[in-house]
């Protein structure tokens, strides 16, 4: 049986209009969990009636998990935060779309947020500035601009703003501080330690042929998060673009991904077993197969490394680091 789209609107004193929005559930049982998914500029809710097929072909094929995958219409909002304005995407979503879903919806406990283009930007600065409400967030091809400040940005990093959007936000009379507020980046750096802590796990992706050439945005990213020693997966996709026939390759991997959380791949107790006996033998003749490879190998390495890693520490700290200072 094929999945189903219903149609919604929702209404929030955050937001000056109701916003409407599409959930896609899958014909499999609940609960399952819970999928926000924001679009760019021209993504709409009716864009899940064209990813539909393709979410019911990688179901059936167990490439990607099941979950309820939930979509709002932004127009060419942006998904800004206003602190003092009309418009409040992050207060929308945290505090009005995401309860509604669990309320509505045959949900699981577990939330994630994935985004394309300028959703990509929305779901990072939502899930870096609340990092306990989702168990990660995924971003393809985002549309980011590197810097820390606004004054940091060049032309050659605001093609896209030929396309509209706030003023506020986008263009050249745009506040610097609402768009430094905004910012991924720096709320990574402002929430570092929250998003240590709640162990959100964090994917980045982009084409090196974008020709909004975004991918100078998730770099930069990528360097903020390695310098904050915040765990993170990055992939910079080979001839891709922003957008074209990569996307539903690209597409899959992202949600792929979210089953790699969920579902590990489970280790072979056997090969687990062998490789344990083998080393407790003192590496006693020839490997079992496969014995470099498990988890049993990787703690006995670890463990030889370990007074090598402590020493190193008292000369240079960053040792301690699962990122060196480049």
Request: proline share 8%.
């Amino acid at each position: 049986m094929p999945s189903v789209v219903t149609l919604h609107d929702i209404s929030s004193q955050h937001l000056p209009a109701p916003i409407p929005y599409a959930v896609l559930t899958p014909s499999r049982e609940g609960p399952l969990p819970l999928c926000v998914l924001l679009l760019g500029a021209g993504g709409t809710r009716d864009s899940l009636f064209d990813l539909q097929p393709l979410f019911d072909r990688w179901w059936a094929d167990s490439f990607v998990p099941h979950m309820v995958i939930a979509t709002p219409t932004s127009g060419l909002d942006y998904y800004i935060e206003e602190p003092t304005g009309h418009t409040r995407w992050d207060s929308f979503l945290a505090g009005d779309f995401v309860p509604h879903l669990r309320s509505v919806c045959h949900v699981s406990d577990s939330a994630v947020i994935a985004g394309i283009s300028g959703g990509g930007y929305g779901a990072l600065k939502l899930a870096f500035t609340r990092p306990h409400l989702f168990a990660a967030v995924a971003a393809m091809q985002p549309m980011l601009e590197p810097g820390l400040r606004e004054s940091d940005v060049g032309a050659r990093n605001r093609l896209h703003h030929s396309a509209g959007g706030p003023p506020q936000l986008i263009g050249p009379v745009r506040d610097a501080l609402l768009w430094e507020s905004n910012n991924p980046a720096n709320r990574a750096r402002a929430n570092a330690q929250p998003i240590r802590d709640s162990g959100l796990a964090i994917y980045l992706e982009a084409g090196d042929r974008d020709f909004l050439n975004a991918h100078d945005g998730t770099e930069f990213l990528h360097r903020v998060l390695w310098d904050l020693d915040l765990s993170h997966e990055y992939h910079l996709v080979r001839g891709a673009d922003h957008g074209g026939p990569s996307m539903r390759h690209r597409l899959r991997a992202m949600f792929a991904w979210f089953g790699s959380l969920w579902n590990p791949a489970p280790l072979d107790a056997a090969a687990e077993h062998a490789a344990t006996v083998w080393l407790q033998s003192g590496m006693q003749g020839k490997p079992p197969a496969g014995a470099t490879t498990t988890n049993a190998f990787i703690r006995f390495l670890r463990a030889r490394f370990e007074p090598i890693r402590t020493q190193a520490t008292q000369s240079d700290p960053t040792t301690s680091r699962n990122f060196g200072r480049l």
